[in-house]
């Protein structure tokens, strides 16, 4: 079993495939390594691909305090199984808190990204709904530690941005209920209480934004409600970024519909592989709705 350690000791359970540049994959918090599964077969075929558990999901350690988790942390993390496996760039591709564990790393280790894909990164972020989402994540974190990790992935599972993944495949729906049902308690309620509740909302993050030069993809499916106007505002701040809008999808989109996330990511690699990944043209920003002047 291979494992990276964090700068606090925390070890981070890794797995590797293929050969290549390499591609390291965060995944939410639902879910685990083996949410990418979908992933690991279909690009390791081109590239190293590196999918690791966050802290606080076994075989990775579980810290027993809430101070252990935090959104610095989360993008440290990467860090530390980038700087372990021995690479000194790599792609980094991350849904919902793996999305803005992604964001994050952009901005504080840009220069160790060869590229980021932030999926499904939005909740919580929007100015109006920030107390409600606080009240949420206590909520979840004291459901989970008073009625345990199965009742909680009952109830959990059909979000109204997941229900999406059940109608389009039974079969793939259970699967991931169950690997939920899995989850350590103490460090799920944990994630929730120091990453989840304590992270920075989006738009209190523009000027972060608006400094990042790394070729960024940013994706969404077009029934993640909570996503949509975040992945709008990320669009327009980051200048060398793109939105893509899966159709007819919720939240767990690399798993949901695999075929059509990879599709979309693969582009987006290949696109920053060959150099090719373009900027925004200045002369795209303009007061004018037309660009002609009255």
């Known amino acids: 079993m291979a494992y990276a350690t964090a700068e606090d000791g925390v070890r981070l359970y890794y797995e590797e495939s293929g050969r ?13 390594m083996r949410s990418w599964e979908p992933q690991m ?28 988790y935090s959104q610095a942390r989360a993008a440290d993390d990467i860090k530390a199984v980038l700087d372990t496996v021995g690479a000194d760039k790599a ?11 992604t964001l994050h790393f952009g901005f504080r280790h840009a220069s160790q990204a060869l590229s980021l894909c932030v999926g499904g990164c939005g ?13 949420e994540v206590s909520t979840i974190a004291n459901f989970i530690i008073s009625k345990g990790m199965e009742t909680f992935a009952e109830s959990y599972a059909y979000g109204p941005t997941r229900v999406q993944f059940e109608n389009k495949d039974p079969r793939g729906f259970a699967e ?3 690997m939920l049902a899995e989850h350590s308690a103490l460090g799920s309620a944990n994630t929730q209480l120091g990453v989840q ?20 993809l940013i994706v969404t499916g077009d029934e993640d409600w909570p996503c949509l106007l975040p992945g709008v505002l990320m669009k327009q701040n980051i200048a060398s ?4 809008v899966m159709p007819n999808a919720g939240h767990t989109i690399n798993i949901e519909d695999p075929d059509e996330f990879n599709r979309i990511v693969g582009n987006f690699l290949a696109q920053v592989e060959s150099g090719r990944w373009p900027a925004r043209d200045p002369r795209a920003v303009t007061a004018s709705i037309t660009g002609m002047k009255a």
């Open 41 to 68: 077969r279909h690009f390791s075929r081109t590239y190293r691909c590196i999918a690791y558990n966050a802290r606080g999901y076994p075989p990775s350690d579980v810290p027993e305090q809430p101070g252990s």
């Open 91 to 101: 792609h980094i591709v991350g849904l919902s808190m793996g999305g803005f564990a």
């Open 123 to 135: 909740y919580g972020a929007e100015p109006e709904q920030r107390q409600r989402f606080k009240a």
């Open 20 to 32: 290549g540049q390499t591609v390291i994959f965060v995944h939410e918090f639902a879910g685990d």
């Open 176 to 178: 991931f209920k169950r």
């Open 241 to 244: 970024s793109a939105l893509a």
């Open 197 to 216: 509740g304590e992270r920075p909302s989006l738009y209190e993050l523009i000027d972060e934004m608006k400094r990042l030069a790394v070729p960024t």
